[in-house]
Nanobody, 124 residues
Framework: QVQLVESGGGLVQAGGSLRLSCAAS????????MGWFRQTPGKERELVSTISRSGGRTYYADSVKGRFTISRDNAKNTVYLQMNSLKPEDTAVYYC?????????????????WGQGTQVTVSS
């Protein structure tokens, strides 16, 4: 069982930066691949980025490639999403999620544990 708590969301102007954090409970954080997803009203949850258990493998959606960076600190049971050059279309609720699937899983149904989400709003 893993409990996830996101933080770091907020309101930022276009071109600005935010750093999301996701703190996990439990002593087996390094056993989980981690992902960041986002969702806007009326749309399906969208994959943003994933990172493997060791941090050696990452994946980014084309829409955020080159602007967002995912990382993890297994000693602190935390995964991060550094978001730079933010655009209004990045506005969404961002969720972190944990998966036991090896590698960097990309489908929401591969993730068993989810945080409550944090709102990111980018103004133009």
């Amino acid at each position: 069982q893993v409990q996830l708590v996101e933080s770091g969301g907020g309101l930022v102007q276009a071109g600005g930066s935010l750093r999301l954090s996701c703190a996990a409970s439990g002593r087996t954080f390094s056993s989980y691949a981690m992902g960041w997803f986002r969702q806007t009203p009326g749309k399906e949850r969208e994959l943003v980025s994933t990172i493997s258990r060791s941090g050696g493998r990452t994946y980014y959606a084309d829409s955020v490639k080159g602007r967002f960076t995912i990382s993890r600190d297994n000693a602190k049971n935390t995964v991060y999403l550094q978001m730079n050059s933010l655009k209004p279309e990045d506005t969404a609720v961002y969720y972190c999620a944990a998966s036991i699937v090896v590698g960097s899983p990309q489908r929401p149904n591969e993730y068993a544990y989810w945080g409550q989400g944090t709102q990111v709003t980018v103004s133009s």
